[in-house]
């Protein structure tokens, strides 16, 4: 099975600034990647797909990058609802896996 | 916009068979893939299965002597059953729609979960 490796686990940013998230795989994925921001108490909303196309309706300040087995999120400038779990799921292999998440913070 | 809820018994005995339905609202659950995905507590998320809205399926080999997934098209819902529990079945249990592609799905919509717990 695919194992999906997040990093940091958590990440302290201040409002405004940018924020830059990795995922790793145990083995290539192509560009089959999601990224899914999760919030307490709400649904997991889908971010980015194909590592690097938004999902609709998400702002243009999260960006995805990557190919192969690293992938990166960024977040070009913090915004209060932007701090939260975050999530990378690989859909190139069945069973498709999620990383453990990376938690983004007030610092 | 589409919604997903999930509804059942958020205790259940060990043994016995945990039952949850997930409702669609905001449009039809027909022409897409629909999944079950479940978080046991400090775990990672795990994808359980999915239903085409014809009634085809596939599930997580890990889980799949256990789990049955049905789908009701005339209430708009689909349902997960997992057999003969444990306290392992412990976890926050999610329904999602599927974007299926050419390897494995990608979900685009989620439920807001419900938390299951095994526990005599």
């Known amino acids: 099975e695919m194992v999906m490796t997040q990093s940091p686990a958590t990440l302290s940013v201040s409002p405004g600034e940018r924020a830059t998230l990795s995922c790793r795989a145990s083995?290539?994925?192509?560009?089959?990647l999601a990224w899914y921001q999760h919030k307490p108490g709400q649904a997991p909303r889908l971010l980015i797909y194909?590592?690097?196309t938004r999902a609709t309706d998400i702002p243009a300040r999260f960006s995805g990058s990557g190919s192969g087995t690293e992938f990166t999120l960024t977040i070009s400038s913090l915004q209060s609802e932007d701090f939260a779990l975050y999530y990378c799921?690989?859909?190139?292999?069945?069973?498709?896996?999620f990383g453990q998440g990376t938690r983004v913070e007030i610092k | 916009q589409v919604q997903l809820q999930e509804s059942g018994p958020g205790l259940v005995k060990p043994s016995e068979t945990l039952s949850l339905t997930c409702t669609v609202s905001?449009?039809?659950?027909?022409?897409?893939?629909w999944s079950w995905i479940r978080q046991p507590p400090g775990k990672e998320l795990e994808w359980i299965g999915y239903?085409?809205?014809?009634?085809?399926?596939y599930y997580n080999p890990s889980l799949k002597s256990r789990v049955t997934i049905s789908v009701d098209t005339s209430k708009n819902q689909f349902s997960l059953k997992v057999t003969s529990v444990t306290a392992a079945d412990t976890a926050v249990y999610y329904c999602?729609?599927?974007?299926?592609?050419?390897?494995?799905?990608?979900?685009?919509?989620w439920g807001q979960g419900t938390l299951v717990t095994v526990s005599s």
């Open positions: 239903i085409y809205y014809s009634g085809s399926t």
């Open positions: 799921q690989q859909y190139n292999n069945w069973p498709q896996t």
């Open positions: 905001g449009g039809s659950i027909s022409s897409h893939y």
């Open positions: 999602a729609r599927s974007r299926y592609t050419a390897t494995a799905p990608y979900f685009d919509y």
């Open positions: 083995q290539s994925v192509s560009s089959n």
């Open positions: 194909d590592a690097s």
